[in-house]
């Protein structure tokens, strides 16, 4: 009986164990825990996928309690409008519950913690969608910022709050961010152009030169960038469908935008003997070359490494 | 003296077209300057510049082949010029 007993015991000991390491196992599969100390401020982050559903939740607690910020997210990654459009009504929601000053210190620490749980992952970690979701916390923090600002700007008639994923996330070319929270320098990117000739030389880059001299502004985000590139290129396909030769038409002396103002046969023949742009010296530095003329201009090129800092700043 | 005057001119049209290429290679590779009205004036003078280098070339080398070569001769400078200006403008066309 005794022994009988003990088996039973034994048995009872291993399932349990078992259990146990099951569970454990589970937890560490599935889920990422990060716990960050920055300044008097404890973060934590935690996030699992379940039925491809990413389960998400993030408190940052101040020891001298003067806030504390707990939010949770659940998102279809596979769903980039859908994954834009929770963020931003939980963006709308924070900007009730904080003041700017507060969402600028929220936004500070997940940065701080983005810094430095991802600087010490591969690149294969980081674009774990668990780990993203750390960075989409950013971006809830500085779609709640834009929401304060555009209040503060426009209280009588506030504009609807628009966020676009970046196609460099959706290409996983880069991490999660919104179009909207990438800042251009306009003279910066200008100049850039102009020193690196052979910077999209192939397509795209006397429409991006055209289309960010039409701005005042010295601070534009990506989205205003891509907007405006959308309407110069339906500008531009409505003219070359009209009768009259656009200032790029072959034929026509020199190479913009807008309409024609001066054709000549020998412009004909040099636009026909640059329909490679080369040599270069002969076709001018801002020829583009016909067959790419079609082409349309990629976000990621835009975020690719060969541009400098000085150009976009996250 | 009616001789000697041509010889000049065409001495003086072969460093204007050295000038001309000169400033369209510096645009090219140095500058980079893509104002529209630079453009416009490039695509209409360039085409005339080469067909008169490869006209000043032909006459300056008649005008050496009558005089013989010697570098007291200004149409022989006209040549030289326009030979190295000929090689080095025609000779970008067929390298990429």
Not at chain 2, 45 to 72: C, D, E, M, N, W
């Amino acid at each position: 009986m005794k022994k009988t007993l003990f088996v039973y015991l034994i048995l009872v000991v291993i399932l349990l164990s078992c259990n146990k390491m099951r569970n454990e196992d589970h937890l560490n599969d599935e889920s990422i825990k990060i716990s960050h100390n920055e300044e008097n401020n404890q973060i934590s982050y935690i996030a699992n996928v379940e039925n491809n559903i990413l389960n998400m939740n993030m408190t940052i607690e101040n020891r001298s309690k003067s806030f504390f910020f707990n939010e949770s997210l659940k998102i279809d990654p596979s769903n980039e409008n859908l994954i834009a459009d929770i963020i931003t009504e939980n963006a709308i929601k924070l900007s009730e519950k904080y003041s700017l000053q507060t969402i600028d210190k929220l936004s500070y620490l997940v940065m701080r913690t983005i810094n430095s749980e991802l600087n010490s992952m591969s690149k294969v970690d980081i674009n774990k969608i668990e780990n993203q979701g750390l960075i989409m916390y950013y971006s809830l923090l500085k779609t709640t910022k834009r929401k304060i600002t555009s209040s503060f700007k426009s209280s009588k008639n506030t504009l609807p709050l628009i966020s676009t994923v970046s196609q460099g996330f959706l290409l996983n070319k880069t991490s999660f961010i919104f179009n909207e929270d990438i800042d251009i320098n306009v003279p910066n990117f200008i100049k850039f152009i102009n020193n690196n000739p052979n910077f999209s030389s192939e397509v795209g880059e006397r429409i991006l030169s055209d289309v960010l001299g039409c701005f005042d502004e010295e601070k534009i985000t990506l989205q205003d960038l891509m907007n405006k590139i959308e309407l110069t290129a339906m500008e531009e396909n409505s003219r070359t469908k009209s009768w009259w030769p656009s200032g790029s038409a072959h034929g026509c002396c020199g190479n913009y935008s807008g309409p024609c103002y001066y054709g000549h046969p020998i412009c004909y023949i040099h636009d026909v003997m640059c329909i490679t742009c080369t040599p270069r010296w002969f076709c001018f530095s801002g020829c583009v070359p016909d067959a790419q003329l079609q082409e349309t201009i990629e976000i990621s090129e835009l975020q690719d490494n060969k541009v400098s800092d000085a150009i976009f700043q996250f | 003296m009616n001789k000697i005057n041509n010889d000049f001119i065409i001495f003086r049209l072969s460093i204007l077209c050295v000038v001309y290429f000169t400033l369209l290679f510096l645009n090219s590779y140095v500058f980079n300057y893509n104002a529209a009205i630079i453009g416009v004036f490039q695509e209409l003078l360039t085409i005339p510049f080469l067909l008169g280098t490869l006209i000043l070339l032909v006459i300056s080398a008649r005008s050496v082949y009558i005089k013989t070569f010697t570098f007291k001769n200004i149409s022989s400078w006209s040549f030289i010029i326009l030979t190295i200006l000929s090689i080095i403008i025609f000779g970008s066309f067929f390298i990429s």
